[in-house]
């Protein structure tokens, strides 16, 4: 199991923690909603059945105030109305209408008693008037009613209570119904005085319609809370599918710089040259190679944490110091100088120091390569010792020709052999020059390695973005891993070619020339070298053109032009053809007047006119932060130029594509070199 499967474990572990944890959090939150809730609808309606009974109980004392105030109601006499026996002491009970009509006197009890029956019969609820000492049988209290007027013997002012009557649910209130003076003309003979406790006035209120009111609330709250602890639990569940998903990417992500790094120090610790990594801050050797172990043979913790210019010859300390230190400023350095093995050997090597900047143009990497030029120095040396040689030996001979004349033999015997020491001596010294055209040589897979890793850096901080706004999905993730890998595997075989190269320089001695510059057919090499990035074109829906007679021969370097073509096709398909899925590049290759004339372009977006006049600077770009340098198309500047002297130029409209014209001599100059 791997470190990554292990993380990946690891992760799901704590997610689906996690998950759990919060389910139950968000089940205890709903429950206690759902109480709060519930018990908050059975106040409320046990609040409004209170004021329903208040509403009535109001509404029968205002009414029995109004009849007291009138000394009671005449009606007419009929079987439901007939003459109050308890009213029988008042001489105007029962009067007679002028026109014969029979009227008897209902005092306020009587005809609240009867509204009270009306009403309830009508709407249900009960209303009832009842004393401890009664003039009315039919107003009795019962159990409930005689504990409520007890109670108002002692003082209460009001009973309330939720129970039942006849079977049935109820909110029953009364309350205490004093003797004014109006109810004396009733109850005159009762003995009562003002302001004692007669009796009550109760009101019962049927709660069937609350109770199904409420039931009803309480349902709808179940199933509302229910649906919220659905919705909460799939939502976490989504949101921690959706977190699991993104760490998983992340951790293969990871994974893959991780395994890109490992190559990358397998290669560093493998080349022939040395290698010193610096720290950007006071230029302190971080980390070292095997090689510079072998040429300065110290251990690598002899040699991290102390500066460079410590193991150089004393004299060349300071110089190589300064000379590090202005790194900085001008991004790379390249000197010879004299360093001291730990035995104390001096070893004359090329020293070439580089720094990194980000985006904020602050060194991000400092690193320098050490190349072992003792041998070469031993050459120089020799040959010009053997050349004083010749010219001491020559002075020598003008002189004692005639008295040598007897030696002559020996003398020209000694002469061939610094003959054959010269020719030897000269094809050491070619070996310095066959170094050069290996470097040639090695350009072409170096600058797909550069352009395969700037692909991949954009790739990686365009999904990075991606994944930071939720827009990345595992068809995304499909197409950056296959570039990633593809990139990877391109970037590592470019080197492990050009790391073949430098070892095996002694045997690619057989026609240095070749190797500097050749004869190609034109239309059939650009053919061959842009199979080399289907990597970068064979996942997109982009299509590539080429108008190239098949007759034109191109004498020059073929690894600049195949860069240069190499960075116009990436930059097209990075920037150009950025949010376009069907992008046209076209190749358009003619030959006049002994020049080669390349007409490159597209219909992607184009180019902003504010970059447009700097496009050929170092460090232009628009993509700083997200992968992009700002060197490719200076690359191409210097390449065309400088490497196969001819000139380019670039005219774009935004919106409307990007067009570059270059013009080339054929053959190229003997003066021109294959340098960046």
């Known amino acids: 199991m791997n470190r990554s499967d292990s993380a990946l474990k690891a992760t799901k572990r704590a997610v689906t923690r996690h998950l759990v944890i919060g389910i139950l959090i968000w089940t205890l939150i709903v429950g206690i909603s759902l109480l709060w809730n519930v018990k908050r609808e059975y106040d409320q309606y046990r609040h409004l059945a209170i004021k329903e009974a208040q509403s009535n109980y109001n509404k029968d004392i205002s009414f029995r105030i109004w009849g007291s105030s009138h000394g009671g109601v005449y009606v007419p006499v009929t079987d439901r109305t007939p003459p109050n026996p308890a009213l029988a002491h008042i001489p105007e009970r029962d009067i007679t209408t002028p026109s014969g009509r029979q009227l008897t006197l209902m005092n306020p009890a009587y005809m609240l008693r009867q509204i009270m029956e009306d009403y309830s019969s009508s709407y249900g609820i009960r209303g009832k008037i009842t004393s401890n000492k009664l003039l009315n049988p039919n107003n009795a209290p019962d159990a409930w009613e005689n504990a409520a007027l007890q109670s108002f013997e002692k003082g209460s002012k009001e009973v309330l209570e939720f129970t039942t009557l006849d079977g049935k649910p109820f909110l029953r209130l009364m309350k205490p119904l004093y003797i004014e003076k109006s109810c004396l003309k009733c109850h005159d003979n009762q003995a009562y005085k003002i302001g004692d406790v007669r009796g009550g006035v109760g009101v019962s209120v049927p709660l069937d319609m609350y109770d199904n009111l409420r039931n009803k609330s309480v349902l709808t709250l179940l199933l509302s809370h229910f649906l919220f602890l659905v919705l909460g639990v799939g939502g976490m569940w989504l949101f921690n599918k959706r977190d699991l998903q993104r760490k998983a990417e992340a951790l293969l992500a990871e994974e893959a710089i991780r395994r890109s790094e490992e190559k990358y120090r397998s290669i560093i610790s493998t080349t022939a040259e040395g290698f010193w990594l610096l720290s950007v801050h006071d230029h302190k050797i971080t980390e070292v190679n095997l090689a510079?172990?072998?040429?300065?043979?110290?251990?690598?913790?002899?040699?991290?944490?102390?500066?460079?210019?410590?193991?150089?010859?004393?004299?060349?300390?300071q110089t190589m110091s300064n000379i590090i230190s202005r790194t900085k400023i001008t991004?790379?350095?390249?000197?010879?100088?004299?360093?001291?093995?730990?035995?104390?050997?001096?070893?004359?090597?090329?020293?070439?120091?580089?720094?990194?900047?980000?985006?904020?143009?602050?060194?991000?990497?400092?690193?320098?390569?050490?190349?072992?030029?003792?041998?070469?120095?031993?050459?120089?040396?020799?040959?010009?010792?053997?050349?004083?040689?010749?010219?001491?030996?020559n002075l020598d001979l003008e002189k004692r020709v005639f008295e040598r004349t007897r030696k002559l033999e020996d003398s020209l015997a000694s002469l061939k052999k610094l003959q054959n020491e010269l020719i030897e001596t000269g094809k050491m010294a070619a070996l310095g020059g066959l170094v050069a055209g290996v470097a040639h040589e090695i350009n072409t897979p170096i600058g797909i390695g550069i352009t395969a890793a700037s692909l991949l850096m954009d790739r990686t901080s365009k999904a990075m973005n991606d994944y930071h706004s939720g827009l990345l999905n595992g068809t995304a993730m499909d197409d950056y891993f296959q570039v990633a890998n593809e990139s990877s595997?391109?970037?590592?075989?470019?080197?492990?070619?050009?790391?073949?190269?430098?070892?095996?320089?002694?045997?690619?001695?057989?026609?240095?020339?070749?190797?500097?510059?050749?004869?190609?057919?034109?239309?059939?090499?650009i053919e061959e070298f842009l199979l080399s990035l289907l990597p970068y074109t064979k996942k997109s829906r982009h299509v590539i053109k080429v108008e190239c007679p098949a007759d034109i021969q191109f004498d020059s370097y073929p690894g600049a032009l195949a860069q240069i073509i190499t960075n116009l096709i990436i930059n097209s398909l990075v920037h150009g053809f950025e949010e376009i899925?069907?992008?046209?590049?076209?190749?358009?290759?003619?030959?006049?007047?002994?020049?080669?004339?390349?007409?490159?372009?597209?219909?992607?977006?184009?180019?902003?006119?504010?970059?447009?006049?700097?496009?050929?600077?170092?460090?232009?770009?628009?993509?700083?932060?997200?992968?992009?340098?700002?060197?490719?198309?200076?690359?191409?500047?210097?390449?065309?130029?400088?490497?196969?002297?001819?000139?380019?130029?670039?005219?774009?409209?935004?919106?409307?594509?990007?067009?570059?014209?270059i013009e080339l001599p054929n053959p190229t100059p003997i003066t021109s070199g294959f340098v960046i």
């Open 292 to 317: 510079i172990c072998e040429i300065l043979k110290y251990k690598p913790e002899e040699m991290i944490g102390r500066s460079p210019a410590e193991f150089a010859k004393p004299e060349y300390r």
């Open 331 to 393: 991004n790379r350095r390249d000197f010879n100088g004299i360093l001291l093995s730990k035995e104390g050997n001096e070893i004359h090597v090329h020293i070439q120091c580089t720094t990194i900047y980000n985006e904020d143009r602050k060194p991000e990497i400092a690193f320098a390569f050490i190349t072992n030029i003792n041998t070469q120095k031993e050459l120089e040396d020799k040959l010009r010792s053997t050349n004083d040689t010749l010219i001491t030996m």
């Open 489 to 525: 595997r391109m970037i590592f075989s470019n080197l492990t070619r050009t790391a073949e190269l430098v070892k095996s320089f002694k045997q690619v001695a057989v026609d240095q020339v070749s190797q500097d510059r050749r004869v190609v057919h034109l239309h059939e090499y």
């Open 581 to 661: 899925e069907f992008g046209s590049i076209n190749l358009s290759i003619s030959e006049e007047n002994a020049r080669i004339r390349i007409h490159y372009f597209d219909n992607g977006k184009g180019i902003d006119p504010d970059i447009l006049k700097v496009l050929f600077h170092p460090f232009t770009t628009t993509k700083r932060g997200r992968g992009g340098f700002g060197l490719g198309m200076h690359i191409v500047y210097n390449l065309v130029t400088q490497s196969l002297g001819g000139s380019i130029r670039c005219e774009s409209i935004p919106g409307n594509g990007v067009n570059f014209f």
